[in-house]
């Protein structure tokens, strides 16, 4: 097996330096388009409103394909008299449609938002919203808001942006503050397409942490900079405020090998709320126990309404008790059993598998495989199967599940390779008319910060490129040593096959993670 080489870093533009050029420009535009990714933000639409009419951008990382030029130029030429709205729409249809054609399984969004309508209608509602988001965190409702955050569309969700539909987020909260948000924001979306597989995705997102607070501080010195609405940075900051304590007062960052090698379970939170206070009072001191987060970025959890004392009495109240992650062997079944409450309190589950090769754990990954009893307990699998490519098992990473009513589903995981060389992912889709799976294409794996700029994805595989999966290695004592190559090297044809298999004569450990509304992992006692 090879070992891995980090690559260069490079830089990307801010919203603000974007305002900053566009006012230097001294330039108003009809339509302000982006073919790019992840622009169609509230943060830019309201940043861009003196310079333009409408904004045209994706919610979604774009294929690689990129918009498609030649149908609506032509048009355009044609027809110079074409309305804004009209040749918005031209860009949106030949867009979408030569996505659907092309790459299918890639999700696709496109919309056309009316700048001045936006401006003029979106920022009272948003603040009122904002202002109700914030009642609910300091008066101990915290986990509805956590709820209706994790259950909302995000994009890019490999990378951990953060990035999320702010119609389904207000809807989803469920209040009256919510609900008028969305209606406004839904009049503002004057066109708006999408693949398939990309349900509530309205055509506007929003940043809102769940995945990586350490972004907190950075986008609230972005508003300050383009002029956005005090409140929802003051809700944002009390939202990650509270998250971070309830990852402190589970012990911080986690890994499976606490489990692993039979030691005590990974993770765990005192039920004591002086204990829980001793906690975040030693993390203000040194900001240090979860991984990104240090004295640079934690601004947001000093700036906050609600007091240690009231933190730590809601955390004691609602946390998940890693002390019950252990199996009871029933019938022949390993059952993970916990209480109503307890499982109120998980937000994801997800299989992690490690092969033994006698030296050390090769980490198979994360799969959503999961199924419960007709008493709700979590029924373990130990198949010891494994997703493969042509027949060779490989390191697979859930992503992404959206059930689309009834039997409809379209799950989305990626497969860490080289292609051609080059660091990448591997995109799978499993839809309910594509069980199997198939590959969707691949987008380049930014792995050591290079860049917070997010890679388009390309649009196909071709035959005679080169796949090297790569996957982890950890030695027994749980040391990460490096990523490295992982069986043979796999020339791409026309009949690409996704399937499970056994994964090896060798011995197996698997562990479930659990992930809480703190957004905190735990992992369960193993099973060999």
């Known amino acids: 097996m090879a070992t891995m080489k980090s690559i ?24 302000i388009g982006f073919d790019a990714c992840l622009m169609a933000t509230a943060e830019t639409a309201l940043m861009l409103d003196d310079f333009g009419d409408y904004l045209l951008a994706s919610e979604e990382t774009e294929p690689g394909i990129g918009w ?30 030569a996505c659907a054609a092309r790459c299918p399984g890639q999700k696709t969004t496109l919309s056309l938002i009316d700048l001045a309508e936006f401006a003029n209608t979106m920022p009272d509602k948003f603040t009122k919203f904002s202002k109700s988001l914030n009642s609910l965190i300091v008066n101990k409702d915290y986990k509805k808001v956590s709820n209706a955050r994790y259950q909302t569309r995000e994009f890019a ?15 989803n909260m469920n209040t009256k503050e919510g609900q008028e948000l969305a209606s406004v924001l839904k009049d503002a979306v004057k066109y708006n397409r999408t693949s398939s597989d990309m349900t509530n995705a309205n055509g506007v997102s929003i940043y809102f942490p769940y995945k990586r607070t350490s972004y907190v501080d950075t986008a609230c010195s972005t508003y300050e900079a383009i002029g956005i609405d005090k409140e929802y940075a003051k ?106 409450s307890q499982w109120e309190l998980v937000h994801e589950i997800d299989l992690n598998m490690f092969y033994d090769d006698g030296k050390g754990y090769v980490d198979l990954g994360l799969d959503n495989m999961f199924q419960y009893d007709d008493e709700g307990n979590l029924i373990a699998d130990t198949s010891g199967t494994w997703l493969a490519i042509n027949g060779q098992v490989v390191p697979y990473y859930h992503l992404d599940t959206t059930e689309e009513g009834g039997d409809s589903y379209t799950i989305t995981g990626r497969v860490p390779v080289l ?77 690409m096959t996704v399937s499970d298999v056994a994964v090896g004569a060798g011995k197996k450990k698997l562990t479930y993670r659990l992930t809480d509304i703190y957004n905190q992992e735990y992992w369960t006692q193993s099973i060999e």
Request: charged share 25%.
């Open 8 to 31: 260069k870093k490079s830089g990307s533009m801010s919203l603000s330096g974007i305002k900053k050029a566009l006012k230097a420009g001294g330039t108003t535009f009809d339509i």
């Open 68 to 97: 498609y030029y030649t149908n609506w130029l032509t048009k355009l030429g044609k027809n110079t008299s074409m309305s804004t709205l009209e040749l918005g729409k031209n860009i949106i249809d030949d867009y979408t449609n």
């Open 157 to 171: 969700v490999r990378s951990q942006i953060d990035q999320v539909d702010l119609v389904h987020l207000s809807q």
């Open 235 to 340: 809700c944002i900051r009390e939202f990650a405020g509270m998250e971070t304590s309830g990852q402190v007062a589970a012990g911080g960052s986690t890994n499976p090998f606490g489990s692993l090698l039979g030691s005590a379970l990974s993770g765990g939170t005192s039920n004591s709320t002086a204990v829980i206070g001793q906690l975040l009072s030693s993390f203000m001191k040194n900001r240090s126990s979860i991984e990104d987060l240090d004295g640079s970025n934690t601004e947001y959890y000093a700036d906050r309404e609600l007091s240690d004392k009231k933190t730590s009495d809601y955390i004691a109240m609602n946390h998940l008790d890693a002390e019950n992650l252990f199996w009871v062997k029933e019938n022949g079944q390993f059952l993970l059993k916990l209480s109503e």
């Open 419 to 495: 292609l051609n060389g080059e660091r990448a992912d591997l995109i799978l889709v499993f839809t309910d008319e594509k069980p199997e799976g198939f590959i969707a294409g691949a987008t380049t794996d930014y792995v050591n910060g290079e860049t917070e700029t997010i890679a388009k994805s390309r649009t196909e595989l071709k035959e005679g490129d080169t796949l090297d999966f790569v996957c982890d290695y950890y030695a027994y004592d749980g040391t990460y040593e490096d990523s490295y190559l992982m069986g043979e090297q796999i020339t791409v044809t026309d009949r």
